[in-house]
């Protein structure tokens, strides 16, 4: 069992930044490649990024390439994503999920284990 605990999410003004972290705990991320999501209100959960286990690789969705940076810390068992240029379209409740697979997924439902979210509102 993994248990995530998202922090950092707030109200920003568009064009400004946040931080997002992940921290987990029952076992190492190291094993893991974490991934992040959003969910806006009635809308599907939708992909944002992911890590590999190593942190060599990383993938993002179009609508935040160059603007986000997905990073981890496998000594103190984190993960982040920063968030620049932020957008009002940015604005959902954030979410980190990890999955042991070596193929790195992007769907919501291959992830094992998620954490509670965090809700980021970008205004206008």
């Known amino acids: 069992q993994v248990q995530l605990v998202e922090s950092g999410g707030g109200l920003v003004q568009a064009g400004g930044s946040l931080r997002l972290s992940c921290a987990a705990s029952g076992r190492t991320l190291s094993m893991y490649t974490i991934g992040w999501f959003r969910q806006a209100p009635g809308k599907e959960r939708e992909f944002v990024a992911f890590?590999?286990?190593?942190?060599?690789?990383?993938y993002y969705v179009d609508s935040v390439k160059g603007r986000f940076t997905i990073s981890r810390d496998n000594v103190k068992n984190t993960g982040s994503l920063q968030m620049n240029s932020l957008k009002p379209e940015d604005t959902a409740v954030y979410y980190c999920?990890?999955?042991?697979?070596?193929?790195?997924?992007?769907?919501?439902?291959?992830?094992?284990?998620w954490g509670q979210g965090t809700q980021v509102t970008v205004s206008s």
């Open positions: 999920a990890v999955v042991g697979r070596v193929v790195p997924p992007t769907k919501a439902y291959e992830y094992e284990y």
């Open positions: 890590i590999t286990r190593s942190g060599h690789m990383t």
